[in-house]
C-alpha cells in the first residue's frame, strides 16, 4: 500500500478511536444532543435552567426555524424568587381531627365522582381516542380545538390526581403522537388554556419526572410564540397558522377580545420557569405593561372593556364591562400571576397593583345584591355597558361569573383582604342559591335577576309574576357541563375550612350527573328551566367536563393536603401548576 494511504489510514483509525473513546467517557469533552434536556430529573427545579433548555432535533415541522419578522432584541428576565413570601391561603385542616363518619362520607362522595369520571373516560378511550370531544349521546367524535385530542391532553392531570395511573401512562403515550403542525385557524386563547397548561400541569405532577410532556409543551409553546410575532409583539388571538407557517407577515387585530389577549401569563411563565426561556416570559410582559398603561384609562377605570383593539393597542374605547364571557381570566390571572412569580421583583408588584385596581373597580360597579324571597345575603356579578356619563347595569347572571367567587376569596387571602374574602363568600353563595333554586338543581347558563338598590338586603317583590322566583327572565337555558360553581365552592371550602360546603358540592353534583348522564357518559343540556322528561340532551361533552368540572368536585372530596392551595395555583382550565 502506498505510503501516504497508510498513513491515512492510521489517522482515520486514531480519529475514529478518540470519538468513540470521548462519547463513552464520563469526561466527554463533546456536546450531547441531550445534554441540555433533562431526560431524567429529581424534582421541579427551583429557580430556572441555565443555560436554557433546548428540545431535542424531531422529525417534521418545527415551530423554531421559521422566519422572525419582528424580532425582539432584549428579553425580560423572571424575578429572583423569595422565600416564604406568599401568606398562607388553606385553612389550617391539620390542626383539626373530622369525625370518622364525615371522614366516610366524604370518601364515598370522592369515589363517586371518580367513578363518573371513569365512566366518561373509558367513552372516550373507546369512541373518541385521540379526537377533541366525544358525543356522549351518539358515540361519535368531535373536532373542535385544532383536532389534536383536546379531552385526551386537557385529562391528562385529572387521570393522576385520581390516580389512574396506568391511564395516564396510556394518555402521555398518546400524547407524544401529536404533531402540532399548521391547522389553519387557530384560537390561541383555547390552546393555551387547554393544551398547554394540560401538559405543564401533568409535567408538574409527574414532579418533572416524565420529560416526554415538557418536550410536547416547548413544541407547542414554540407554536403559539410565534403568534406573537407581530410589529407591537401583541398577540394574534385568532391566528392563520398555515400563513404563518409560509412565512407571511401577520398583525394582531383591530377588534379583539380582552380575554383572549390577556391570559397566556400563567401558562407562559410557568414554561419559562421550568425551562429558563425567556422568551416566553418575555411575551406575556409586554401584554401586562399594556394592560397596567391603559387600565385607569377606560371607561371605567380599573377595568378592562370586552372589545378592544390589539393591533394599536388601545384598550380605552369599549363600553361593555362583565366578568363574564370575553372578560373572565383577564382579571382572574392577576392575583393568580403574582402567586406563581411569588410577589417578586417590579412583575409581582405590578400584578398586585392591577389586582387592588380591578378588584376595587368590581366591587363598586360589578356586583348587585338579588332581590330574593328569602333575603339571602348573596351578591351577584352582572355586567354594565356605559353610554356617555350613564353606567347602565343589566343585572344579567352569567355561569361564567361564578369563578369571581373563588378570585376574589384566593385574591383576598393573598393580599390580606378579608373584605374581599367575604366578598368572595357572598358571590359563591349566590351561584349556589341558582343551583338550590332552579327547577333541576341546576344553574343556567344566563337568566337576569331583581336587583336591589344598593348592596344591602332589600324586600323582594312578590308582586311581578315569575315561575321560579328569583329568575326573571332566563336569556340562556343550557347548561353545558360548566365548572364556574363548583370551582369557587373548593375555594370557600378550602380557605375557609367550613365543610357544609362539601354538603352543597354533593348536592351540585347529584343534580348535574343524574340529569345530564347518557348512556356513555354526560351530555349538555338544552333547557334546565324544564321539568322531568321535558329535558333534553345535547350531543356535547366538552373537555372541560373532565379538566375541570370533576376535578373540583373531586377535590372537594380530597384531602385538603391533596393540591393544596399554598403549594399549586390553577389556570382557568383548572390546570394546577406547582409554587414549590
Known amino acids: 500500500m502506498h505510503p501516504r494511504r497508510v498513513k491515512l489510514l492510521a489517522g482515520v483509525v486514531f480519529f475514529v478511536t478518540v470519538v468513540c473513546f470521548l462519547r463513552s467517557s464520563s469526561f466527554s469533552l463533546l456536546p450531547s444532543a441531550k445534554s441540555r434536556f433533562p431526560y431524567t430529573q429529581e424534582h421541579c427545579p ?8 433546548v428540545p431535542p432535533h424531531r422529525e417534521g415541522f418545527d415551530w423554531r426555524t421559521i422566519e422572525t419578522h419582528y424580532p425582539v432584541q432584549s428579553f425580560a428576565q423572571l424575578p429572583k424568587r423569595t422565600k416564604n413570601s406568599l401568606p398562607r391561603i388553606q385553612f389550617a385542616f ?62 391528562l392531570d385529572t387521570l393522576w390526581i385520581m390516580d389512574l395511573k396506568d391511564e395516564f401512562e396510556e394518555a402521555v403515550s ?96 410557568r414554561l419559562s420557569q421550568l425551562t429558563g426561556d425567556m422568551r416566553y416570559y418575555d411575551a406575556v410582559v409586554r401584554v401586562s405593561n399594556v394592560l397596567e398603561e391603559q387600565q385607569n384609562r377606560t371607561k371605567i377605570p380599573g377595568l378592562w372593556p370586552v372589545g378592544i383593539d390589539v393591533q394599536t393597542p388601545d384598550l380605552t374605547q369599549g363600553n361593555l364591562f362583565t366578568l363574564g364571557g370575553m372578560s373572565d381570566s383577564a ?126 338586603p332589600c324586600e323582594y317583590d ?22 364556574e360553581a363548583v370551582e369557587s365552592v373548593f375555594y370557600i371550602y378550602r380557605v375557609t375550612g367550613d365543610n357544609g360546603y362539601q354538603d352543597l358540592a354533593w348536592d351540585m353534583f347529584q343534580a348535574i350527573d343524574s340529569r345530564s348522564r347518557t348512556a356513555l357518559a354526560n351530555a349538555a343540556i338544552g333547557d334546565v328551566m324544564k321539568l322531568g322528561d321535558q329535558l333534553e340532551l ?8 373532565l379538566a375541570e368540572t370533576l376535578k373540583y368536585f373531586y377535590l372537594c372530596f380530597a384531602e385538603p393536603d391533596v393540591l393544596s392551595l399554598d403549594k399549586w395555583v390553577f389556570n382557568t382550565e383548572a390546570h394546577p401548576l406547582r409554587l414549590d
Open 174 to 269: 398518546a400524547v407524544t403522537q401529536i404533531d402540532f403542525t399548521p391547522e389553519g385557524e387557530v384560537n390561541m386563547f383555547e390552546t393555551t388554556i387547554r393544551y398547554l397548561g394540560g401538559l405543564l400541569a401533568a409535567y408538574d405532577l409527574t414532579d418533572c419526572k416524565d420529560s416526554r410532556l415538557l418536550e410536547k409543551a416547548m413544541e407547542l409553546g414554540d407554536m403559539i410564540y410565534a403568534s406573537f410575532d407581530t410589529p407591537n409583539r401583541m398577540p394574534i388571538t385568532r391566528w392563520n397558522s398555515v400563513m404563518a407557517a409560509k412565512g407571511e407577515k401577520q398583525s394582531a387585530a383591530a377588534n379583539g377580545i380582552i380575554a383572549e389577549m390577556a391570559s397566556f401569563q400563567l401558562e407562559f411563565t
Open 462 to 483: 312578590h308582586g311581578r309574576s315569575c315561575r321560579w322566583p328569583g329568575f326573571e327572565a332566563v336569556g340562556d337555558a343550557r347548561y353545558g357541563l360548566r365548572p
Open 94 to 155: 391539620e390542626e383539626e381531627e373530622s369525625p370518622l363518619y364525615h371522614e366516610l362520607v366524604r370518601k364515598r362522595r370522592q369515589a363517586a365522582v371518580r367513578a363518573a369520571f371513569v365512566r366518561c373516560w373509558t367513552s372516550y378511550k373507546h369512541r373518541a381516542w385521540m379526537k377533541d370531544e366525544l358525543q356522549p349521546i351518539s358515540g361519535g367524535s368531535k373536532t373542535t380545538f385544532g383536532g389534536w385530542g383536546a379531552t385526551l391532553v386537557d385529562s
Open 331 to 456: 382579571y382572574e390571572y392577576l392575583g393568580k400571576t403574582y402567586q406563581l412569580l411569588h410577589g417578586g421583583g417590579p412583575t409581582g408588584q405590578q400584578y398586585k397593583k392591577m389586582y387592588t385596581a380591578a378588584m376595587n373597580a368590581i366591587t363598586t360597579h360589578l356586583l348587585f345584591r338579588p332581590r330574593t324571597p328569602n333575603k339571602a345575603d348573596i351578591l351577584m356579578p352582572n355586567s354594565i355597558r356605559v353610554e356617555g356619563p350613564l353606567l347602565l347595569p343589566d343585572h344579567t347572571a352569567q355561569h361564567l361569573a361564578c369563578f369571581a367567587g373563588g378570585m376574589l376569596t384566593l385574591g383576598g387571602r393573598l393580599f390580606d383582604n378579608a373584605t374581599h374574602v367575604l366578598l368572595g363568600k357572598q358571590v359563591t353563595d349566590a351561584c349556589i342559591w341558582s343551583y338550590r333554586h332552579a327547577p333541576n338543581g341546576i344553574m343556567p347558563e344566563v337568566f337576569t335577576m331583581q336587583a336591589c338598590p344598593s348592596l344591602a
Open 46 to 53: 427551583a429557580k430556572p435552567p441555565q443555560p436554557s433548555l
Open 538 to 545: 345535547q350531543d356535547s361533552m366538552e373537555s372541560f367536563w
